[in-house]
């Protein structure tokens, strides 16, 4: 038997801090608080002023010109590498027929 004072579960309460809309205000105060966490955040490392967008935009710079600079460091390495090889390949080669210890 149920009780004749049983509540549903679908009614939401009124909260007497934020109004009727609960969602809506969680979410506003939500959003509040993560803006004001990222301009502290900015703050910290220094880019909360003017210039923060071109800091920004330098450090992209930087850092693509880095990944740049590395990829073709690598590039080098290896092309001196196959060289090295080949030219030892070669001087061995060399030394095999002016020797005669091919024969």
């Known amino acids: 038997m149920s009780s004749p004072n049983k509540t549903t579960d679908t009614a939401k309460p009124a909260s007497p801090m934020f109004g009727q809309n609960h969602d809506t205000d969680w979410n506003m105060v939500m959003e509040q608080a ?8 900015l703050a910290e490392i220094g880019l909360d002023d003017q210039a923060a967008c071109r800091d920004v935009r ?26 090295a090889i080949l030219i030892f390949m070669v001087l ?12």
């Not at 993560?34 to 955040?41: C, D, E, F, S, T």
């Open 34 to 41: 993560a803006r004001r966490g990222a301009r502290k955040a």
């Open 92 to 103: 061995m080669a060399a030394l095999v027929i002016s020797t005669g210890m091919g024969r």
């Open 58 to 83: 330098d450090l992209r710079e930087l850092l693509i010109n880095w990944r740049r600079i590395r990829r073709e460091a690598t590039r080098s390495l290896i092309t001196f590498g196959v060289r």
